[in-house]
């Protein structure tokens, strides 16, 4: 089965750094992005940042970030194949939340930013990030 597992969160203080990990395993298609979301207690599931390419590869890698975190977050791949890594910097109370990891399953769309959420396929269970004031 395919499997998503987050990693990398933690309690932290206001304007400090984090640096959370995505890594995916299991039988997959051609995956045109991977990106994060999150969810804070009583809010709905809200998108992050998100890393795109093309299926055969002719296609650069491509970022798209939440205007909450621009400028702030890093989203790149990670050292291993299927992995993705999410840089945060001079964190806030407001990014407290569970961090969600999810890949799209399907080919390339050069029109989309992959900023929705039924654009993913597979989701991770979350990793907890709280930011204290």
């Known amino acids: 089965q395919v499997q998503l597992i987050e990693s990398g969160g933690g309690l932290v203080q206001a304007g400090d750094s984090l640096r959370l990990s995505c890594a995916l395993s299991?039988?997959?298609?051609?995956?045109?992005?991977m990106g994060w979301f999150r969810q804070a207690p009583g809010k709905e599931r809200e998108f992050v940042a998100a890393?795109?390419?093309?299926?055969?590869?002719?296609?650069?890698?491509?970022?798209y970030y939440a205007d909450s975190v621009k400028g702030r977050f890093l989203i790149s791949r990670g050292n291993v194949a299927n992995t993705v890594v999410l840089q945060m910097a001079s964190l806030k109370p407001e990014d407290t939340a569970v961090y969600y990891c999810?890949?799209?399953?399907?080919?390339?769309?050069?029109?989309?930013?992959?900023?929705?959420?039924?654009?993913?396929?597979?989701w991770g269970q979350g990793t907890q990030v709280t930011v204290s004031s």
């Open positions: 999810a890949a799209s399953d399907r080919s390339f769309s050069g029109s989309s930013s992959y900023t929705a959420y039924s654009e993913y396929d597979y």
């Open positions: 299991g039988r997959t298609g051609s995956r045109a992005a």
């Open positions: 890393i795109s390419w093309s299926w055969n590869g002719d296609i650069g890698d491509r970022t």
